[in-house]
C-alpha cells in the first residue's frame, strides 16, 4: 500500500514545488490598419483601424529624420557634418550598417542608411548628436508628437525596436505629411540602391513603389512579426499630396498593390481649392463699451483645403458675426468666421477678424469723445 500511495504524493509535491515549462504563448496576427491622408493639409480622407495601436517599428525612425532635418534646416546640423559613432551605437541589433566604435560618418551617409537600410546603428548616432543621450532624444520625439497631434504615438527609443515604442496610422500619415514637405529629404526616400562607408556597406530600399509609381515621395516599407508587413508611401501629383499608410497586411506584395490602389483614389477623386479673399466681404461689427462703437473687419489667414472635384462647381460661401462683441479688443481677435460648404456640409471656414485695436471705454475716452462733440459744433 505504501509503495502504490508514495508515487502519488511524489506527483501531488512536485506540481507545488517545481516549476514546469509554460505553454507556449499564442501568437496574434497585428490589426490591420490603413490611412489615407491629404498631406499637404493632414487632411484625412479614408481610414480602417486608423487609430488602432500597433507597435511602431521602422516607423519610429521618420520622427528621427524629421527632428534631424529640422535641425539642418536651424543651422545646427548641416549634410556635411561629421559625427562619432559610440559603444551604444555599435551595440544595436537588427538591420544595421556595420559601424564601429569612434568611427567617424557624416550626416549626409547617416540619412542615406536610415532611409534606405532602416540602421539602428546610424539612428542612434544621430540621435545621440542631437539629444545628447538617447533617452533626451527620445524625450524630443515624444514632445514633437505631441506637437503634431500624434495623441496614439509613443516612443521609447529612437529605433522602434523596443515593444514600448507604439503609434497608429493615422499618427504615421501626420509624421509622413509632415516630412513630405521637406523637399530636400526626397531624394533620399526615393533611393532604390547607394552605399555608405566608403562603399564597405550597400543599401537597398525595399519600398517597390519609389521604382513604379508616378511622383513617389518614399517613404517606408519594412516588415516584422509584431506589426506584420508595412508601408508608409506619399506621392505627389498637381499640387495634390496622398499618403498611404497601411499596417499589417498579411501578404508581403498586397500592400504595394493596395497603396496604388488608395492613392490612385485619391488623386482621382480629390483636388486642391484655394479660397480668395475677392469672394468674401467682411462688414464692419458692433463693439460695446469701446472707445469705438463699431470696428471695421478683415479675413483672417487663407489655406488651400481639400474637396471633391465633383463638389468644386457647387461651393457655397456664408459669413457669421459672433454676437455681444465688447472691448477691449485685439487687432486681428477674431469676431466672426466665413464659411466654405457644399452640399449644406460645412468644409472649411476661415476667421474674420478686427483690423485695429479697440480700448475699453474709460473716463478719459468719455470726455475726449465730448470734447470732440462740442469742437464739431
Known amino acids: 500500500m505504501i509503495k502504490r500511495i508514495f508515487p502519488a504524493i511524489f506527483a501531488i509535491f512536485s506540481l507545488v514545488f517545481f516549476d514546469f515549462p509554460a505553454a507556449a504563448e499564442e501568437k496574434f496576427p497585428p490589426p490591420y490598419s490603413y490611412v489615407l491622408m491629404e498631406g499637404t493639409t493632414s487632411t484625412l480622407l479614408y481610414a480602417e483601424n486608423g487609430e488602432a495601436s500597433v507597435p511602431a517599428f521602422h516607423s519610429a525612425k521618420l520622427m528621427t529624420l524629421l527632428l534631424a532635418a529640422e535641425a539642418i534646416e536651424r543651422g545646427e546640423l548641416s549634410f556635411d557634418t561629421v559625427l562619432k559613432t559610440s559603444a551604444y551605437a555599435n551595440s544595436m541589433q537588427g538591420a544595421q550598417i556595420w559601424l564601429m566604435p569612434n568611427e567617424e560618418i557624416t550626416v549626409d551617409e547617416l540619412i542615406k542608411a536610415i532611409t534606405v537600410g532602416n540602421a539602428n546603428d546610424a539612428c542612434v548616432v544621430l540621435a545621440e548628436a542631437l539629444g545628447k543621450t538617447e533617452e533626451g532624444f527620445v524625450a524630443m520625439m515624444n514632445k514633437k508628437a505631441d506637437d503634431l497631434g500624434m495623441v496614439g504615438t509613443f516612443y521609447a527609443d529612437c529605433t522602434g525596436l523596443s515593444p514600448n515604442t507604439v503609434t497608429t496610422a493615422c499618427d504615421a500619415a501626420i509624421l509622413a505629411s509632415k516630412l513630405s514637405g521637406l523637399d530636400f529629404l526626397r531624394e533620399y526616400f526615393t533611393t532604390w540602391v547607394t552605399s555608405v562607408r566608403g562603399g564597405k556597406t550597400e543599401l537597398a530600399s525595399t519600398n517597390r513603389l519609389i521604382l513604379t509609381y508616378d511622383g513617389i515621395i518614399g517613404l517606408k516599407a519594412y516588415y516584422s512579426e509584431s506589426a506584420g508587413n508595412c508601408l508608409i508611401a506619399a506621392a505627389e501629383r498637381d499640387g495634390l499630396v496622398m499618403v498611404c499608410v497601411i499596417f499589417g497586411e498579411e501578404d508581403e506584395f498586397a500592400r504595394f498593390t493596395t497603396a496604388k490602389e488608395k492613392l490612385n483614389a485619391g488623386f482621382t477623386a480629390y483636388t486642391l481649392y484655394t479660397p480668395k479673399r475677392t469672394d468674401v466681404i467682411t462688414e464692419p461689427v458692433a463693439v460695446g463699451g469701446g472707445e469705438l462703437t463699431e470696428v471695421e473687419t478683415e479675413l483672417g489667414s487663407l489655406c488651400p483645403f481639400v474637396i471633391r472635384k465633383s463638389a ?29 460648404s457644399s452640399g449644406g456640409e460645412e468644409i472649411y471656414s476661415c476667421p474674420i477678424v478686427a483690423k485695429r485695436r479697440v480700448e475699453k471705454m474709460n473716463i478719459f475716452i468719455a470726455i475726449k469723445r465730448v470734447l470732440r462733440g462740442i469742437l464739431k459744433m
Open 312 to 340: 468644386k462647381e457647387g461651393i457655397e460661401i456664408s459669413v457669421e458675426y459672433f454676437e455681444n462683441i465688447t472691448a477691449p479688443l485685439k487687432k486681428g481677435e477674431s469676431v466672426g468666421r466665413a464659411v466654405w
